[in-house]
């Protein structure tokens, strides 16, 4: 097939984007065409501006007419500063949202992923004590399929997903909350009896099944909130995970990092997650 075209922008150019990005780039997957998304603009290191943060926010929405026209196979995008982008107006909370709005998908999800663990979350930004009340059995099962096409899209061809649980030990028979009985195991039911290559597993007990699945038993899961995904992630994978914009026809990818501003143009700054963004972009594409 031919060579995919990846794209990517430069994120805030007074982090660490441009950096990481020209150390990646020597080393991601020859047999793709890189293409910079924008342009890069005269700024000084650690000291972001508004002239950055419109930079920023002009190659977002290039990179996303590219990425819906199919200019570009994927993109992955450099870091950004969410709170120099709402000062100027962005109106959304992240990457994902902006992207998700901007190819006219409602059917999205934000997936973590690390050499030892990938990860879709039910619920993301949201407070701890809301996440019971917002976790759905529907939810569960779109960000399940969501995730699968995800694995299959970049070379899992028979994905095992689990289905984290979400109260300790599973709820211990209600003992300690029923989400698990109530919740997460029709879920499971409804998606064992779905046609498709994926195979589905639970409800895991929480505290076990990241190890399972760094071990390899499992390629991905389903958690129920965000901190019970990243920090097992960030503790195993914290220097080459990205996140992901699931569900679009196009893959959107980023390393799971910030712009880091204090250390931007000394030279530190690790790209081995900008670097698995190339590698997994390439591969949505060519698997």
């Known amino acids: 097939m031919p060579h995919p075209i990846i794209g990517y922008t430069l994120g805030d150019q007074a982090g660490i984007g441009p950096e990481v990005i020209a150390a990646a780039l020597p080393q991601a997957p020859a047999h793709a065409h890189y293409r910079l998304i924008g342009k890069k603009i005269n700024c000084t290191p650690g000291q972001p501006t508004e002239d950055t943060a419109k930079a920023a926010l002009e190659h977002l929405e290039l990179a996303a007419a590219a990425l819906k026209t199919g200019e570009i196979d994927a993109v992955v995008t450099a870091p950004v500063c969410k709170e120099a982008l709402h000062r100027i107006g962005f109106p959304y909370p992240g990457q994902t949202e902006f992207f998700a709005d901007r190819m006219g998908v409602r059917n999205f999800a934000m997936c973590l992923s690390g050499k030892h663990i990938t990860t879709a979350l039910c ?93 390899g038993h499992y390629d991905g899961i389903v958690a129920p909130y965000h901190d019970q995904a990243l920090i097992p992630l960030k503790l195993l994978d914290f220097d080459n995970a990205v996140n992901a914009t699931i569900g679009l026809p196009r893959l959107r990818v980023s390393p799971d990092h910030g712009t880091a501003f204090p250390i931007a143009g000394k030279g530190i700054a690790n790209p081995a997650s900008t670097l698995r963004a190339f590698c997994v972009a390439v591969n949505s594409v060519a698997s």
């Not at 809301?130 to 995800?150: C, G, Y």
């Not at 289905?163 to 499971?188: M, S, V, Y």
């Open 123 to 215: 619920t993301t930004h949201v407070a701890l004590a809301d996440v019971a009340q917002q976790l759905k059995s529907t939810e569960i099962v779109r960000i399940a399929h969501l995730l699968a096409d995800f694995l299959q899209r970049t070379g899992k061809r028979t994905p095992r997903i689990a289905l984290a649980g979400l109260n300790p030990h599973n709820g211990e028979n209600g003992a300690f909350g029923d989400e698990e009985t109530r919740i997460i195991l029709p879920a499971l039911q409804q998606l064992q009896q779905q046609s498709g290559a994926a195979r589905f597993f639970g409800p895991c007990v929480p505290d076990c099944v990241y190890r399972d699945a760094a071990m």
